[in-house]
């Protein structure tokens, strides 16, 4: 566990937040689980609630450090669609 911070903001400030903000960014459309997947919402929900605050570049990018040899990356498509039916550009 890593302490990152307190916050000030209500639980009604973090709701609106997700409701209002992320979730059309978080759809199960739009994943990826190198690009944009729970790594990448949690980093967003720590900017918001400790501002200045994210997570590390370890935690970040640790998708791409056990999906960067040739057998992963070939099955990256099938995993996005496994964890969130990412189709899009950049899927493979």
Known sequence: NTYIGQTLLSREELED???FELAAR???????IMRHNCNHFTDEVVAFLV????????????????????????????????FGGFVGAGAS
Request: cysteine-free; charged content about 20%; overall charge positive.
């Open 51 to 82: 501002r200045g605050a994210r997570l590390s570049d370890e935690a970040l990018l640790q998708p791409q450090a056990v999906l960067q040899s040739p057998p992963m990356l070939a099955i990256r498509p099938y995993l996005n669609a496994w």
């Open 17 to 19: 937040f997700l409701r």
């Open 26 to 32: 978080y759809t199960r459309a739009k994943y990826d």
